[in-house]
């Protein structure tokens, strides 16, 4: 009797396990989406088909041996790039969705696409359905090894992916995450001659980007590549090391003071850089055209050897190159990379960053030293020569958004017609004829209406809205200069908003006016300070899924690291303290999906701090701002507000006052659309304003986020 029950009761829990299994099979295969169910609406216009790309990808795939069953396509060129080259655009070949942060993973029978919450609209609106879309950060979203286990039931499976475009530190996490789910199931890296998507994008591939590189003047630079050579060498010194491997696009052109156009709005040149103690390798695309050709900048007074104090061929005197006078120019080839990798991993430790890739690792993985780039670092610390540069290059661009700002506003009111599309272009054509400019820092996104809520949207001629005055208008945009990067967002309303557009709004700008008030100990990280920015917002229950900053370069990327102001789960390898004299966007928002979109970015630069009191014996940071664009003041509920908000804003209009009013003298229609915006507030908060943000709440919370760190 005892046994039969026993019995029963095993049978009973297999069941309950089989059917657990099932339904989390289920819910880890589903992929009902809009416009793919039988009886659905016809889908968006925006989708892409990659029917036959998916077909001609899993052919390739089928042909590396047949031992692999899936393969996965990251954003990532072998440069750890956030924009790669157009040749190097893969996952968004073969998936659709161009935004720039997704993972593609494709096996023989299904596709799923894992992206964040910035682009989660735009792909279901760009996916067609032979794609499962993977809104990560949310709770019922498996897992890329999650999802692949479920999928991968063949007893043995592998899983490939291009070891020179993914990172060695996120591969092995992956592999480990993979292996510890099923036994059977191997991540394995393939080499990139056997990349399926290059193998099946034979029709239609831009080919890979060679433009000029310019020399960046040393009036812009500030240091001589000469002088950062000899710095890093001796952090190479430092770490025991013998050579240092440089493979991120920034970190090459910083170095050499050298700026490219290989990728589209970054100044970047595609390139690695191998510096040893007694040898600097450079290696470049088609490096006998572009060391000799003549400079087509008009800043630029040398050619490229010459700059490098190289010969026309690229070698260097054994002695100027010990003595870091001469860059040995090499051509580009991430094979040859490797094998000189190799090479000197056979008599000295190289060191290689966490963004390294798998194949850089590979290569000199028993002779290597892994730890943080010293490049990251000393690039976003801007000296002197780059803050002043940073200063003068938002001024102008500031003066030309304002312009444009009270142009586009009196257009509207008198019924012009004007769209999200037409509106970009004209900015964007009015920020290129600014001194010193070089193109814009980043795609224009012009959102209106319920595209606004699209946090990276980009106005499409099939998405283009008309621009009216019964919504609210995002307009998020920056420009390159020879002398700073610069990036702002402000949202306008050209009508009349409702209180709860209003409302919104002003916590917006609360949460932005709080951050910039901040002043903190030196030490801490952006993740330990970004919840001071959402406070006013999680107040009332409103969210906004991205970061509230990120590091800006001086004519470099429009997000550089190593500093981030982002709430984050697992801190980052990389990740490094805020330090003064870096340049940060603080950009909190509010996206009402189908409705509308606020956000409101001002750029700011860390700077030291003198506190009342030096009880503490401890440096103090705070933010100084650097963009200097008024605020809505039709959007503003100023009832909300506490004092020192209302403090802080009158101080912002004031510097606007005395630093751009000067440069508008001859647009009448923009000095009295600034004017009208950065009026002394004499007002005080009513009693039901929203409480202080006081500086005991801001300390329980960095409190709090020390303790998680």
């Not at 059917?19 to 892409?48: K, M």
């Not at 610069?486 to 949460?511: A, F, I, Q």
Request: with cysteine.
């Amino acid at each position: 009797m005892l046994n039969r029950m026993r019995c029963s009761m095993a049978l009973v829990w297999l069941l309950w396990l089989v059917t657990v299994q099932f339904e989390i099979l289920e819910a880890l295969t589903s992929h009902t989406r809009p416009g793919c169910e039988q009886g659905d609406q016809p889908p968006p216009s925006t989708r892409v088909n990659t029917t036959s790309r998916l077909a001609s990808f899993r052919a390739a795939l089928a042909e590396i041996d047949g031992s692999f069953q899936a393969f996965i396509v990251g954003s990532e060129d072998a440069h750890d790039s956030e924009y790669p080259t157009e040749y190097d655009q893969r996952r968004a070949y073969i998936s659709g969705f161009s935004g720039s942060s997704g993972t593609a993973v494709v096996t023989m029978s299904s596709a799923a696409l894992w992206t964040d919450g910035r682009y989660f609209l735009e792909a279901e609106q760009s996916l067609d359905c032979n794609w499962i879309l993977m809104r990560s950060g949310l709770t019922d979203t498996p897992a890329i090894e999650q999802w692949l286990n479920s999928q991968l039931l063949n007893e043995r499976s592998n899983v490939g992916i291009d070891k020179s475009l993914i990172s060695h530190s996120s591969f092995l996490s992956l592999q480990k995450k993979l292996a510890a789910l099923s036994q059977h199931h191997s991540l394995l890296p393939v080499d990139s001659i056997n990349n399926p998507v290059d193998r099946s994008w034979t029709v239609g591939r831009p080919p890979q980007a060679k433009n000029p590189i310019h020399a960046l003047d040393l009036k812009f630079a500030g240091v001589s590549w000469a002088d950062k050579i000899k710095a890093l060498r001796e952090n190479i010194t430092s770490k025991g090391a013998g050579a240092f491997v440089v493979n991120v696009l920034d970190e090459t052109a910083w170095l050499f003071n050298l700026r490219g156009s290989d990728v589209r709005f970054n100044p970047f040149f595609l390139s690695y850089a191998i510096v040893e103690l007694d040898r600097t390798r450079l290696y470049i695309l088609d490096k006998d055209t572009r060391l000799t050709a003549n400079p087509t900048d008009p800043e630029t007074k040398v050619k490229l050897a010459e700059h490098l104090q190289t010969s026309a061929s690229g070698t260097c005197e054994p002695s100027k190159a010990r003595e870091g006078t001469c860059v040995e120019v090499v051509e580009y080839n991430p094979i040859k990379v490797e094998e000189d990798l190799q090479l000197i991993a056979q008599s000295k430790q190289v060191w290689i960053t966490f963004s390294a890739s798998f194949a850089v690792y590979s290569a000199v993985q028993n002779s290597s030293l892994i730890a943080k780039s010293p490049l990251a670092i000393d690039k976003s610390v801007k000296n002197k020569i780059e803050r002043e540069g940073m200063q003068r290059a938002y001024n102008r661009d500031s003066a030309a958004l304002i312009k444009f700002l009270a142009f586009l506003e009196k257009e509207i009111k008198e019924g012009r017609h004007w769209t999200e599309v037409t509106a970009g272009a004209k900015l964007d054509e009015q920020r290129k004829k600014l001194e010193y400019n070089r193109g814009l820092s980043f795609e224009t996104i012009s959102g209106y209406s319920s595209n606004g809520a699209i946090i990276h949207y980009r106005p499409l001629n099939h998405t283009d809205k008309k621009i009216s005055t019964d919504s609210l208008y995002l307009l998020d945009s920056g420009g390159q200069y020879l002398d700073g990067t610069t990036d702002v967002t402000r949202t306008m309303h050209y009508g009349n908003p409702t209180n709860y557009e209003k409302e919104c709004y002003t916590r917006v700008l609360m949460s932005s006016i709080n951050l910039a008030m901040l002043k903190w100990p030196e030490g801490l990280y952006g993740r330990q300070i970004d919840a001071v920015a959402r406070y006013q917002l999680w107040d009332v229950g409103l969210v906004y899924r991205h970061g509230t900053g990120h590091g800006i370069g001086a004519y470099l990327s429009v997000h550089e690291g190593p500093g981030r102001i982002r709430i984050v789960q697992t801190p980052s390898a990389s990740d490094e303290p805020l330090r003064s004299y870096q340049f940060f966007s603080d950009e909190p928002g509010y996206y009402e999906d189908g409705e509308f979109g606020i956000r409101l970015e001002t750029v700011v630069m860390t700077s030291h701090f003198q506190p009342k009191y030096d009880t503490a014996k401890q440096l103090f940071l705070e933010f100084l701002p650097v963009q200097l664009v008024p605020f809505e003041t039709n959007l503003i509920e100023l009832s909300l507000m506490n004092h020192n908000q209302v403090k802080w804003l009158n101080e912002y209009n004031a510097k606007i006052r005395e630093t751009l009013l000067p440069l508008l003298t001859d647009d009448v229609l923009a000095t009295n659309w600034v004017n009208a915006r950065i009026k002394q507030i004499s007002i005080e908060p009513s009693a039901s304003s929203t409480p202080t943000l006081t500086i005991s709440t801001v300390l329980a919370i960095v409190t709090v986020l020390l303790a998680l760190h």
